[in-house]
């Protein structure tokens, strides 16, 4: 029997993938995987008939597609939910590249990196929160950056996506602030992977050493031991993989 639920928002990311797999494999908590694309899901659980998985398809990451997307969970089953997984975040796609100089600012560019990587997770915790409130204990992880870190900031470049990293850490502080006053059973961490072997990191591995580029299944294992190492002190956490803190 099911007793708790761990919710994973950006599914087709593929540390979430990892994420997912991960739980699956050794735990019998239920997973409910939330993507605009679960079609890597369908086939990798529709052989083995794993009732304790549930995908969602998401039209898009809008506001109304979320309160679908929350109402749609409530009927799966009554376990709690016990751990979030937000994964969005994007650092390039065909017409986005990350800022080298400040002449390749771009707003188009800028809007889409802050829809995705601080709005989206931000829209996300909004409508969860009341959810969760007076409910069973929950943490929450969003999937930051380390730079995102204003403090740790001596490379510069890469505009778009320090920011939105950035307004997201902020985002996240100012939420536990007001989580600490109305429900003492949430905790928020904004986790920085590493950088890890995924589309995202791709085009940019090339100077990272060899045992400084991760996988997606080592990030998940070190993931989910932070998480369970963490605890409900009322303020949120900004940690790297190895769960050190990192200067906001
Ligand atoms: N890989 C690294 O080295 C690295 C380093 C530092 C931080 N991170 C962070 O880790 C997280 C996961 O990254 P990953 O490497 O696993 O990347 P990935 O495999 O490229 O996954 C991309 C993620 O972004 C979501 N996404 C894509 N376009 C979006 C849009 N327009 N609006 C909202 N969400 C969108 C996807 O959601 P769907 O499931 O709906 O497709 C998916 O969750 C990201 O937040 C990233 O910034 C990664």
Request: aromatic share 8%.
């Amino acid at each position: 029997m099911i007793t708790q639920q761990t919710l994973i928002i950006g599914a087709n990311s593929d540390i979430a993938k990892a994420l997912a797999l991960k739980i699956t494999a050794s735990e019998t908590a239920g997973v409910i995987l939330i993507s605009r694309d679960v079609s890597v899901y369908d086939s990798l659980y529709r052989d083995n008939n794993n009732s304790h998985v549930h995908a969602i398809t998401i039209k898009d990451y809008q506001s109304q597609s979320i309160e679908q997307a929350i109402t749609d969970i409530s009927t799966f089953n009554h376990a709690p939910i016990t751990r979030i997984f937000i994964c969005n975040g994007i650092l390039h796609n065909k017409h986005i590249k990350p800022e080298k100089r400040i002449e390749d600012f771009d707003v188009e560019s800028f809007n889409q990196v802050m829809a995705s990587n601080a709005l989206t997770p931000m829209l996300w915790i909004q409508k969860l929160i009341p959810t969760l409130t007076g409910k069973s204990p929950c943490k929450i992880v969003v999937f930051s950056a380390r730079v995102g870190s204003i403090s740790d900031n001596r490379l510069g470049g890469w505009y778009s996506y320090r920011a939105s990293k950035a307004a997201l850490n902020m985002m996240l502080k100012t939420a536990a602030i007001e989580v600490a006053r109305r429900d003492k059973n949430i905790k928020l961490i904004a986790f920085h992977p590493g950088t890890t072997d995924t589309p995202l990191s791709k085009p940019f591995q090339k100077n990272v050493p060899e045992n400084k580029l991760f996988t997606c299944d080592f990030v998940a294992s070190q993931l989910l031991t932070i998480v369970e190492n963490s605890s409900y002190d009322q303020t949120a956490s900004y940690l790297d993989w190895q769960g050190k803190s990192i200067n906001w």
